[in-house]
């Protein structure tokens, strides 16, 4: 079983909306920072957004207030609400579990591809 599952990912056009989510086994969420990063073609892997095990939530330059970070501990699931998207949005999207046992432990998914088309 894969750690960290995401989903939501599709082809949009721009202005629309997506919503990602990222399911974690509950040993890897709980205690965790929680964040989604993202890779164009050609581009570095950069911070999208981060929450941390207190709700408090951190954005990237990049989405300026469209986009919105949750999670819901119950369901130990982080949620990337994506609204007024934009072709530069168009990338892989992964989601990252951070926590300290020791020593950093870090976690990725596989990623899930957005497109938005103009």
């Known amino acids: 079983q894969e750690p960290l599952v995401e989903s939501g990912g599709d082809l949009v056009q721009a202005g629309g909306s997506l919503r990602l989510s990222c399911t974690a086994s509950?040993?890897?969420?709980?205690?965790?920072?929680m964040a989604w990063y993202r890779q164009a073609p050609g581009k570095q892997r950069e911070l999208v957004a981060s929450?941390?095990?207190?709700?408090?939530?951190n954005y990237g330059d990049s989405v300026n207030g469209r986009f919105t970070i949750s999670r819901d501990d119950a369901k130990n699931t982080v949620y990337l609400q994506m609204n007024s998207l934009e072709p530069s949005d168009t990338a892989v999207y992964y989601c990252?579990?951070?926590?300290?046992?020791?020593?950093?432990?870090?976690?990725w998914g596989q990623g899930t591809q957005v497109t938005v088309s103009s």
């Open positions: 990252r579990s951070k926590f300290w046992l020791g020593r950093d432990r870090i976690y």
């Open positions: 509950k040993s890897i969420f709980s205690s965790a920072e």
């Open positions: 929450i941390t095990r207190g709700h408090v939530a």
